[in-house]
């Protein structure tokens, strides 16, 4: 039983040798991975390319958000300069000191510029803070005032932040004749901050201002403030405007995931293909060789009645080429001897390799009478 079985494991084990699909299979591999590769540098370019526009339009759109914002506190500053120009009263009290007076002409641009919380004049000699007042001009205030005595250009804050008396101040010079005779000051709500983020109408992301460590305020998604923002300084102020753009999918990440998909998709059809063809291929010269080898068997038996067939141009021309190899089969003595009782005594069919769709046999009679 033993003897048996080794027997069938020995009939049904296939042969070793080299096969056409393993031999197929490296240069499938390499054909894969070489357009993979191809799609990965391609990938990368593209990727940097995208990214390259990405950054520039997130800067672009910060730089746009910045200058809006610049030109509003421009346009705000000159709006403050142009109350700060002095008249022959306003001339009289800064000349005289006259505090009395200069309150009073404080109460009139009060009128004049109601969304101001308050409005005051610092001359030069106004050393030290005030603690009697609900927005009192304290150190802060007095630095802004010396800069502007100074001849250059305070920047717009926003003081005391976070507390009650949180609010915004402008400080432009008082200037008659090209001399600077004292320093306007208005406070405004700071919660202007916010509406004039608003205006400049963020699509996406967040924005955030700053003034040093400061957020002043913000507009957007708070939950996109992770990583490096885009920082730009707004000119004119004390602030710096950080802007957190949406990294969802946008239109170049979409061509990005197409752009892989697609190359992985040709990838896969490519190597579908090769497969297919090349399972194909050894099919066929299996085929091809058993219809050769059932071809000489048949030949050596003498039954050779009927076509034999075969699909690939490449054994049509090599059975072409060994017709006079084969023809030798019905010529052969002893292969005649050996299988005369098969086919009773007739000769050998002659082969004919005319046809195009395989090895054609065909029988021809032999007349003993005619003269040879």
């Known amino acids: 039983m033993k003897n048996d079985a080794s027997t069938d494991n020995n009939q049904t084990k296939r042969p070793g040798g080299v096969s056409l699909v393993s031999l197929s299979l490296l240069p499938t591999i390499l054909a894969g991975l070489l ?22 339009r997130h800067q ?14 421009q346009s705000l500053g000159e709006e403050i300069a142009r109350l700060a120009r002095p008249d022959e009263m306003l001339l009289e009290a800064i000349q005289g000191e006259d505090r009395i007076a200069l309150r009073i002409l404080e109460q009139r641009l009060l009128l004049r510029y109601p969304g101001a919380l308050r409005i005051s004049y610092i001359l030069p000699s106004d050393q030290q803070p005030e603690s009697d007042s609900n927005l009192p001009l304290g150190y802060a205030s007095l630095d802004m005032a010396r800069i502007a005595e100074s001849g250059r250009l305070a920047p717009i804050e926003v003081h005391r932040f976070g507390s ?13 004749q090209g001399e600077i005779l004292a320093t306007l000051v208005v406070m405004l709500d700071a919660g202007l901050l916010r ?6 109408q963020v699509s996406d992301g967040l924005v ?7 957020r002043l305020t913000e507009l957007g998604n708070p939950t996109l403030r992770s990583g490096n923002p885009k920082r730009i300084a ?6 710096e405007l950080a802007y957190w753009p949406d990294p969802g999918m946008n239109r170049d990440s979409a061509r990005q995931a197409g752009f892989v998909l697609t190359f992985l998709l040709a990838t896969a059809v490519l190597i579908g293909m090769l497969l297919f063809q090349n399972m194909y291929l050894s099919r066929t010269v299996r085929a091809d060789m058993h219809r050769m080898v059932e071809f000489i068997v048949d030949s050596s038996l003498g039954k050779r009645f009927h076509s034999y067939p075969v699909m690939l141009s490449e054994t ?5 080429e060994k017709e006079t190899d084969l023809s030798v089969l019905s010529s052969n003595a002893s292969v005649l001897d050996g299988f005369n009782d098969l086919v009773d005594g007739a000769d050998m069919p002659d082969m004919l390799f005319g046809e195009n769709e395989g090895l054609l046999v065909v029988e021809e009679e032999h007349d003993d009478d005619k003269p040879k």
């Open 35 to 56: 357009l993979l590769l191809s799609g990965v540098a391609a990938y990368l370019q593209y990727s940097s390319v995208a990214d390259g526009r990405s950054t520039e």
């Open 60 to 73: 672009a759109e910060t730089q746009r958000m910045t200058a809006y914002l610049s030109g509003r506190m």
């Open 316 to 320: 049509k021309s090599v059975l072409q």
């Open 234 to 239: 707004v000119e004119g102020t004390g602030w």
């Open 195 to 200: 509406n004039w983020l608003a205006d400049v």
């Open 164 to 176: 009650q008396q949180q609010h915004l101040i402008i400080a432009r010079a008082v200037r008659h």
């Open 208 to 214: 955030e201002l700053h003034q040093g460590e400061l």
